[in-house]
């Protein structure tokens, strides 16, 4: 196997390989069962927030 066989691999399935795997990566976070941990992801800079609230009150 030389260069042109290694180039000629990447510039075909190497490409499909990396696009179906940008897809997935994508695709996951909208996921019927990744919405609990997308809500998780999104408030966790305010968890600080609610437990300085809690204590003062």
Avoid: C, E
Avoid at 33 to 52: P, T, Y
């Amino acid at each position: 196997m030389n260069y042109n066989d290694l180039r000629h691999f990447a510039d075909s399935w190497g490409l499909v390989a990396m696009g179906m795997i940008f897809l997935v990566l994508v695709a996951w976070p909208f996921r019927k069962g990744a919405s609990g941990r997308n809500h998780d992801a999104a408030h966790i800079i305010f968890r600080d927030d609610d437990d300085d609230q809690k204590q003062t009150d």
